[in-house]
């Protein structure tokens, strides 16, 4: 992940505008796709370089609207209309036309959806941008940090992010599978479950699918079982991940994964990892070794008939002391149970670690994703 960035470091890259979404009368978000983008925090920014045909060139620094998604970056411009910059990119700047830029800039006002105290946010007018990045990575990366938004505009026509505004206000959702219509028809705000990204994928035809830790058969409620695995067995949809999270009884977890006939794969291992750790004493199907292997083994797997598979991928790191961490989460909560149960107990190891297990969670998405994409790319080629 992007961190504090030195200007005599960084390269311009040229990025396209991908697609425009008017926000105001005066303002409108850029959609770009950046090749080579590094990745960002949520509240710093880049900047824009535009160059005349006769060699005149000027900069500006904007903020980045968006969460960190890939080499996509999100502007919003307010247009200023004896501004130099901001009127050719809030009303010329078309589809496809190509953007200079450099970034991320800045790393004193990121902030890290690892880390879980409470967020209050105060801006005004197209001060918001990059509070907006902060909201938004926090609903995609499913922190449980507490966040408060106070937004002040001259009028309501002014306001940016309206419609997402009011969505959010009204109360993100947790989606899984079974949710998926009544949150589509309701364009409703939702964090999707493993299952419900699982779908999705399947119905855009992609194949491969990064996450941290698939769900599972529940501690102590073995008829608590998460719809991850029913997905599993209907979706051909690799899923790449730590294991099942730790907070689960694994060895059940394997055992309806067999009954599904899902294959488990362990990539470069022997054994399930759990998470915050790579070791559980729960021997995987079958072990691969590297992205070739592993796309060899996928494309047999998916030609004789196979549909979801589980690749799993031991986390970069360990978590000192999680499962006695775990064990005591259990115990604290052991008087919930459906939806909110798999939250709660993350939260709770969350605090129990000091904030080190969503350090880890971050660094093993980051990890899987990478592993996911080098074995996606052997499989294509």
Not at 243 to 254: E, S, V
Not at 342 to 365: I, K
Request: glycine share 12%.
């Amino acid at each position: 992940m992007a961190r504090a960035a030195v200007l005599g470091r960084l390269s311009w890259l040229v990025a396209r505008l991908a697609d425009i979404s008017d926000e105001t009368a005066t303002a409108r978000t850029l959609i770009l796709e950046v090749p080579g983008w590094p990745g960002h925090l949520p509240g710093q920014h880049i900047d824009v370089r535009l160059t005349a045909e006769d060699g005149y060139s000027t900069q500006r620094s904007y903020s980045i609207a968006s969460a960190p998604a890939g080499s996509r970056l999100e502007l919003t411009i307010q247009r200023l209309d004896d501004g130099e910059v901001s009127p050719y990119l809030a009303g010329v700047l078309s589809r496809g036309d190509p953007l200079e830029l450099r970034g991320p800039v800045g790393g004193y006002f990121a902030w890290h959806p690892a880390d879980p105290a409470p967020v209050l946010l105060i801006g005004g007018g197209s001060g918001v941008v990059p509070l907006m990045a902060m909201v938004r990575t926090r609903i995609a990366s499913g922190s449980q940090a507490p966040m408060r938004l106070i937004y002040s505009t001259r009028s309501r026509d002014t306001l940016l992010y309206a419609a997402e505004l009011e969505r959010i206000a009204a109360g993100a959702i947790k989606v899984s599978s079974r949710d998926l219509g009544p949150a589509v028809a309701r364009r409703a705000v939702g964090a999707t479950t493993v299952a419900a990204t699982m779908r999705a994928a399947g119905m855009a035809g992609i194949r491969f699918f990064a996450t941290g830790g698939i769900g599972g058969v529940h501690r102590g409620h073995p008829d608590d079982q998460s719809a991850d695995l029913v997905e599993l067995g209907r979706t051909p949809v690799a899923v790449f991940c730590a294991g099942a999270k730790i907070i689960l009884d694994l060895a059940l977890t394997l055992e309806r994964l067999e009954s599904l006939s899902v294959p488990v794969l362990g990539y470069g291992c022997d054994e399930l990892p759990a998470f915050y750790t790579s070791h559980s004493g729960c021997p995987v199907g079958a072990r691969v070794d590297g992205p070739e292997e592993t796309a060899a083994v996928l494309r047999a797997a998916w030609a004789t008939g196979a549909r979801g598979v589980v690749v799993a991928v031991p986390p970069p790191g360990e978590l000192d002391g999680a499962e006695d961490m775990v064990e005591r989460a259990v115990r604290d909560l052991a008087g919930v149970t459906g939806p909110e149960l798999t939250p709660r107990l993350l939260a709770r190891v969350a605090e129990l670690s000091g904030g080190r297990s969503l350090d880890l969670n971050v660094d093993l998405v980051v990890n899987n994703a990478r592993v996911a994409a080098r074995v996606a790319s052997c499989l294509a080629s």
